[in-house]
């Protein structure tokens, strides 16, 4: 089973910046791609950008030159900082990664998720 935990969200004002974090753990082989989604309030959860254990990367249109993703392989946790941020970012965020466990099973999972509001 592998586990998923994001912290970093809050409340912060428009033009200023947050960090999330997401922690996995369990039993976990290897880590593939590493991700984070949002999801705001009567939307579907959305794209934001995810990278691969290479460290290839993938915006969404409308966070690109603002937001980046990084990871950190040996922590096994990925991180998503967020600059410039806008009232329209405001929405729960979720981490999502998929690898091999050390059952040799693939997996998928999802962080319980954090709000992030920007607001005045």
């Known amino acids: 089973q592998v586990q998923l935990v994001e912290s970093g969200g809050g409340l912060v004002q428009p033009g200023g910046s947050l960090r999330l974090s997401c922690a996995a753990s369990g039993s976990i082989f290897s880590i593939n791609n590493m991700g984070w989604y949002r999801q705001a309030p009567g939307k579907e959860r959305e794209l934001v950008a995810t990278?691969?254990?290479?460290?290839?990367?993938d915006y969404a249109d409308s966070v690109k030159g603002r937001f980046t993703i990084s990871r950190d392989n040996a922590k096994r946790t990925v991180y998503l900082q967020m600059n410039s941020l806008k009232p329209e970012d405001t929405a729960v965020y979720y981490c999502?990664?998929?690898?091999?466990?050390?059952?040799?099973?693939?997996?998928?999972?999802w962080g319980q998720g954090t709000q992030v509001t920007v607001s005045s």
């Open positions: 990278i691969t254990s290479g460290g290839s990367t």
């Open positions: 999502n990664a998929d690898g091999w466990s050390t059952r040799w099973q693939r997996f998928g999972s």
